[in-house]
């Protein structure tokens, strides 16, 4: 186990360069919850109208390796880092990497319904601005 201080949360947003199948999204969740497992990484991410909105945590070392992954990924652009602070404790240690990716996703595919669930505050406010750097 790290020690807290080892620990960070990077937030960050992002535009998908085309909008994305839900095929598409299916491969980018098994591939980052792979990576990040391997990493011990968790997080929530968030998809909504061809914009990423992401919480990663865990150890500032791995943080920062999946931090350059991300910025070299090609399937976005326009990334922009909104805040990377010290944490004492996860705020999602329960999975890998979540997603919200709105209401008409789960109703067109209703197995998406339980990786859905109830947003924090903390989530809530990010998918806040990312809904804001829309307009």
């Known amino acids: 186990m790290p020690k807290p201080k080892d620990l960070v949360e990077l937030t960050y947003l ?3 360069v085309s909008d994305m199948s839900f095929l598409g999204l299916m491969r980018l969740l098994e591939s980052a919850r792979a990576f990040n ?11 909504d109208n061809q914009q990423f909105g992401q919480v990663i945590e865990g150890e500032r070392a791995n943080i920062m390796k999946v931090w350059k992954r991300i910025q070299e990924d090609k399937r976005h652009h326009r990334i922009e880092l909104l805040e990377i602070r010290e944490i004492a404790e996860r705020s999602y240690p ?3 990497l979540r997603f919200y990716g709105g209401e ?10 339980g ?7 903390h989530s809530l406010s990010l998918l806040n601005k990312m809904r804001e750097s829309q307009h």
């Open 94 to 96: 329960e999975w890998l």
């Open 14 to 16: 992002s535009e998908a």
């Open 115 to 121: 990786m859905v669930g109830g947003m924090d505050k």
């Open 37 to 47: 497992q391997l990493h011990s990484i968790t997080g929530i991410l968030f998809y």
């Open 104 to 113: 008409t996703l789960v109703k067109d595919y209703p197995v998406l319904a």
